[in-house]
């Protein structure tokens, strides 16, 4: 990739978010939307359809559309975080398990995987302090 395609791709994901926040404002009608989509250079027509569907959905259920730095953060393949619902339950079978001290904060700093993953060797009783590397 050279420096102006970098450019290029960076500045199509701003507008397309742009864009979608526009949308699924109700600011931008579904003809208003392609349109500007094949200005930047988005044209595709299948894409654009599911697209236009997956914002339709997103638009009438009140849900707003991903910001960049959620998208960025995907497309990057940084690990999704431990959900407030994993960490609470994680408490929850560290102390019924009695498993000693909790460090609250170590666990917010678990992956979605890696909570589900202690999950379930909790619940299976298969848990072992010593393959993790926060002690819990």
Do not use: C
Not at 42 to 71: H, N, Q
């Amino acid at each position: 990739m050279t420096p102006l395609s970098d450019a290029l791709t960076a500045a199509q994901r701003s507008a397309l978010a742009a864009l979608e926040k526009a949308y699924v404002a109700g600011r931008l009608e579904p003809d208003a939307m392609i349109s500007a989509l094949e200005a930047v250079g988005i044209s595709d027509p299948v894409d654009t359809a599911f697209l236009l569907a997956s914002l339709d959905v997103l638009r009438e259920w009140g849900v707003a559309a991903p910001t960049m730095s959620e998208r960025v953060a995907r497309e990057n393949g940084e690990p999704k975080k431990a959900t407030e619902g994993q960490v609470s339950y994680i408490i929850d079978l560290l102390k019924k398990g009695q498993h000693g001290p909790l460090a609250e904060q170590d666990l917010r700093a678990l992956s979605f995987e890696q909570a589900s993953t202690l999950i379930d060797s909790l619940k299976g009783g298969s848990y072992d302090a010593a393959k993790w590397d926060v002690p819990f």
